[in-house]
Structure formats: C-alpha cells, structure tokens
C-alpha cells in the first residue's frame, strides 16, 4: 500500500545527523522518503540503478557525488539483506501504519457486520420482542476545545477531491498549521477545521494571489467560517457574521 505521507521525528533526525555534511543530510532524507514510498523501508542494492533514481530526484547529482556520499549513508543507516538495504526506522513505521489501518479496517467492518447482521432474516425473526428489550440511554460528553495536537495530520483526501496538487496540499497544511498556532487557536474538532479550510470559498482568491491587507481579512473570513460551523471557540450558538473579506464586497 502506497502511503501519501510519511511520519518524521524532526529532532531524532537533526541529532542522528549532526555531523553529516548538508549535501549528505540531503541525499541521506531522499533515501528514507525512497524507503518509504517503495513500501517495505527498503532501497536496492543495485548501485546503477539507485544511482539514476537519486539523478532524477536530485539536480546535479554526478557520479563522483554519490560515489563520495551514498554508499557511507548505506553503511551506517541501512541494513543489507537479500540484496535491499533496509532503514530499520523506516521499517517499523511502516509496519505500525500497517497495524493501525488493519485494526481500523477491522473496527469498520464490525460496525457494518452489525448494523447489517438482520438484513437477510425473516421480518418476525429479525424485529427482537419489545418484552425482552432493554433500552439504555447514556448521556454523551461534549466535546472540548483544544488546541492543535502536536501530532496533528489532516485528512489528505479532502484536498485531493478538491483537485490539489500534493504540493499545494501541503503548503496549505503548512498555512492551516502556523495560523492557528500564531493565533492560539482552539477548536473541538481539527479535522472539521481543516476541511471548512480546504473547502472554503476564498481558496480561490489566495490561489490567485493577494495583498497583506486582503489576506489578513481572508484568513479572518476563514476563521469565521470555522467557528460558525463548529460552534466557535467554546461558543454554543454564535451568531452568523458577514464573512466577506475587505476588498472583495460588491459594487
């Protein structure tokens, strides 16, 4: 299974590469993104052909360059066995992506297992006796605001069904991120937050460009767009506001 994005501990990579040189750092994070888009934390052992995979990824990458860099990378982050070269970090995370989509998959079809499980029974046979069945209600607990968890990953497939490029899906992660940080800002639900973002209708204006001034107001009409559908930030019922950032209000 191809995955789209990849898990990176920013602070173990910076000190398992202190002493790496910044072309090295470079070739050394192209080789893990490899490992993972190839599915099981591997690369080949295959030097013509690794070779010309990292040429096309990296410009100016010469022989001499990978001669002088790769196969020390290799040796001292990866492990050889039957002919890849396996990064074992890489590999466990792989492995624990693969855990927690089977045990999603298998909570899905236990909840559709037992919505269904009366739909090929005889009505008599799949209406239970009101004389047997015991109702019980329990109160549910709201939902808190919070901050942005640190581990935080928006549903990619949003973006995509919008026609995002993976690049543009991430600058506006990216965006999404540091504004609600440089903002404090707290929501129940992030995932909602970040769909009301993607699906917002002035995407289209910052996808065209704006000023300092019209994009302050833009993000303040995103802000409110996200409050209102969610019920704001603790609030229970806000009020709907005008959501029309400056410079765009009609003649």
């Keep these: ?29 192209t080789l893990i ?33 990978f001669n002088r860099i790769v196969p ?13 070269w396996y990064q074992k970090r890489v590999v466990n995370e792989l492995q624990k992506a693969d855990k927690l989509s089977a045990k999603q998959s298998q909570t899905a079809n236990k909840r559709w297992h037992s919505s269904n499980k009366n739909k090929d029974l005889d009505y008599a046979t799949a209406m239970p006796s ?22 935080f990953v928006p549903d990619f497939e949003v ?12 600058a506006e992660f990216h965006r999404f991120r540091d504004h609600a940080l440089a903002n404090g800002k707290r929501y129940k639900d992030w995932q909602a937050a970040w769909r009301n973002w993607v699906t917002s209708p002035y995407q289209q204006t910052l996808k065209h460009g704006a000023g300092n001034g019209t994009g302050n107001a833009l993000m303040d009409a995103f802000d409110r767009i996200i409050a209102h559908t969610e019920g704001g930030e603790g609030e229970a019922n806000p009020p709907m506001r005008d959501i029309t950032p400056a410079g765009d209000q009609g003649g």
């Design 72 to 84: 020390k990378l290799l040796d001292r982050y990866f492990v050889l066995y039957d002919g890849i």
């Design 159 to 170: 973006a995509r069904k919008q026609g995002w490029s993976p690049e543009r899906e991430q």
């Design 130 to 151: 009101t004389t047997t069945v015991t109702v019980t209600t329990q109160k549910k607990e709201p939902k808190k605001v919070l901050s942005m968890p640190i581990d």
């Design 33 to 65: 993104c490899l490992a993972w888009r190839r599915g099981d934390g591997g690369v080949t052992s295959d030097q013509d052909v690794l070779k010309r995979t990292l040429q096309r990824l990296i410009a100016d990458f010469h022989g001499h360059t």
């Design 1 to 29: 299974m191809k995955r789209p994005w990849m898990p990176f501990y920013v602070t173990d990579f910076q000190l398992d590469t202190l002493d790496l040189k910044v072309d090295e750092v470079g070739v050394y994070f």
